[in-house]
């Protein structure tokens, strides 16, 4: 047990496996689900050991037909109820333009917003709106709810659009009320 716990932390700091380079054959489901909470569940479980759900988040992959753990030599389909990823904390340098917004992730990635990792603001449930960051691939993060208020204080109004800036790119949340 202590052998795996640290291979599976050696795994995790790492970064994610090149999952892109591997096209195993595909060899079922296991009951892996991902909560919309960001928690993981092994067949209805929690899985307690932060660095085994850690493990697991560098060798996930989103295919056309789902989400899947994948290595060199096999393909395990999985279910996510929303997004793999939670947003907990947000941070942000700089103003306008020139602002950068870093997101961590439920598993210690970090990504600074921008072309290469946009934000997408989709509806929620009561007409508000859930962002979401990619992280890697089709990996996208939903963010916190204590981050999303950090976020909607940054907005601002571009062409009748309230939006964020990012690494110099502007995400749009959504046309300006007037």
């Not at 793999?84 to 700089?94: K, L, N």
Request: hydrophobic residues 45%; negative net charge; charged residues 25%.
């Amino acid at each position: 047990m202590k052998a795996l716990a640290e291979a599976a932390k050696a795994a995790s700091s790492r970064g994610a496996a090149p999952v892109h380079l591997w096209n195993p054959e595909h060899c079922g489901a296991i009951d892996i689900v991902i909560r919309a909470d960001g928690s993981w569940t092994y067949l209805g479980s929690p899985i307690g050991r932060p660095a085994l759900v850690k493990l697991f988040s560098t060798v996930l992959r989103r295919d056309p037909d789902g989400f899947v753990l994948v290595t060199p030599v096999e393909k395990l389909s999985i279910t996510v109820e929303d997004a793999p990823f939670v947003a907990v904390e947000m941070a942000s340098e700089g103003e306008g333009e020139a602002r950068n917004i870093r997101f961590r992730t439920n598993v210690d990635e970090a990504v600074d917003a921008g072309p290469d990792h946009p934000l997408r603001f989709e509806e929620g449930q009561g007409g508000g709106f859930k962002p979401y960051v990619k992280i890697r691939g089709d990996l996208w993060a939903l963010v916190a709810r204590s981050a999303v208020f950090d976020l909607v204080e940054l907005a601002e109004e571009r062409d009748g659009v309230l939006g964020v800036w990012s690494g110099g790119a502007f995400f749009e949340m959504g046309e300006a009320a007037h």
